[in-house]
């Protein structure tokens, strides 16, 4: 059975970081695409990045550039996002999902398992 679990979610600050883990079972990560997506009340689920299996080359949404930063663990079987300079507009429910297949994208539909979200709520 496959299994996604996010964690290191919290209350912070503007300016301040967290590191976002997923951790897997049931599949192996590092042969999955691996993607981040995040959705605030009332909104869609939004792309925030991924990496890729092929190359393990990573893609960011423009709005977190520079700031987000996506790695992998794979002795733990565990992706990371770290978030720096964190600001109010990023606060939402952050969810991993995985690609077993190595593609992933940009959209919701290409992840067939997710995991159960981690809130991140940036106070201004």
């Known amino acids: 059975q496959v299994q996604l679990v996010e964690s290191g979610g919290g209350l912070v600050q503007a300016g301040d970081s967290l590191r976002l883990s997923c951790a897997g079972s049931g599949l192996t990560l590092r042969l999955s695409a691996v993607g981040w997506f995040r959705q605030s009340p009332g909104k869609e689920r939004d792309f925030v990045g991924a990496v890729m299996h092929f190359g393990g080359s990573t893609v960011y949404a423009d709005s977190v550039k520079g700031r987000f930063t996506i790695s992998r663990d794979n002795a733990k079987n565990t992706v990371y996002l770290q978030v720096n300079s964190l600001k109010f507009e990023d606060t939402a429910v952050y969810y991993c999902?995985?690609?077993?297949?190595?593609?992933?994208?940009?959209?919701?539909?290409?992840?067939?398992?997710w995991g159960q979200g981690t809130q991140v709520t940036v106070s201004s």
């Open positions: 999902a995985a690609d077993p297949a190595g593609f992933g994208g940009r959209t919701t539909d290409k992840y067939p398992y």
